[in-house]
């Protein structure tokens, strides 16, 4: 088989142009050795390059995520800074104060260090879940003593109305039904119960979390899921619910949201397909 100088010219230049970064196509639908030989390494380049674009665009996301972290840890940080400065010369009451704030900063730290963690893991997908068949009685029963203060402070209660079997992993999803069971509490008025119902069906197992509050706007909804940004706590991150999104489609799940309104509030339905 003869092939033209030219022919090899031109795919050299290919391979130059690729080094540098540009865009050409050399593909062939001649017959033929060579003609399957620039198709492949058409093929080639163009795989390579989607996964360079794939590692740039994690390198922006990880950036980003970096960037979200340091300007939440500085905040504490630099107030913990503050009240040690102060601690030494205070009266004893402010004394006192101070280093009740600076648990309180410690603790909060502390949380959102683990919630980091455990999402980085979730995130490079080095999670392994182990799901079996469980009670939606043992989901709820497991994640109580997480909230129990919360609940107590505000007078609210858990009601299970149905106890359906959910195939899921237990640990990780009790993560999950915390965060969200902390969102109804947050969205709920004092003296409220906080229901929780599950099932199954042909598609998928369930389990919800409905608040007691007013529903949820179509822009609180889109921020919803977005670290960082979903928190009317002023106490909190806006990480637990993506946490807990990342946590339900690890295991093949998702979670869906019924705004409410009209004098109903949101639910948070998770699903396991």
């Known amino acids: 088989m003869w092939i033209r100088k030219k022919e090899i010219e031109q795919l050299s230049e290919f391979v130059k142009g690729y080094i540098s970064g540009d865009e050409l196509d050399i593909r062939d639908n001649r017959e033929g050795a060579f ?36 300007h939440q840890l500085k905040t504490p940080i630099t107030s913990m800074m ?3 400065d102060l601690l030494e010369d205070a009266e004893p009451e402010k004394q006192a104060e101070f280093i009740h704030n600076i648990r309180f900063s410690l603790n909060k730290m502390e949380w959102l260090v683990g919630a980091l963690l455990k999402m980085a893991k979730l995130d490079a997908h080095a999670v392994e879940f182990t799901k ?3 009670k939606a009685s043992e989901l709820v029963e497991a994640v109580k003593p997480s909230v129990a203060i919360l609940l107590d402070v505000n007078n609210q209660t858990l009601e299970l109305k149905n106890d359906g079997v959910i195939n899921c992993d237990k640990r990780w999803t009790v993560e999950a039904l915390t965060n969200i069971v902390k969102n109804a ?15 199954t069906n042909p598609m998928y197992d369930w389990i919800s979390v409905k608040d007691s509050g ?4 179509r822009e609180q909804y889109a921020a919803l899921f977005k ?26 799940g998702t979670i869906d949201v019924d705004l409410g309104g009209e004098g109903q509030g949101s639910t948070f339905i998770i699903k396991f397909f």
């Open 82 to 84: 503050i009240m040690a």
């Open 35 to 70: 003609p399957v030989l620039k198709n492949d390494i058409y093929s080639l380049v163009n795989k390579k390059n989607e996964q360079i674009k794939v590692i740039e665009s994690e390198r922006d996301i990880l950036s980003d995520y970096m960037a979200d972290i340091s």
């Open 227 to 252: 670290r960082f940004e979903n928190s009317t706590n002023e106490n909190g991150f806006g990480i637990g619910m993506p946490l807990a999104l990342s946590i339900v489609k690890g295991q093949g």
């Open 132 to 134: 079996k068949d469980l």
């Open 214 to 217: 007013n529903g949820m706007s």
């Open 185 to 199: 509490i947050e969205y709920s008025p004092k003296d409220q119960v906080i229901e929780i119902d599950s099932g």
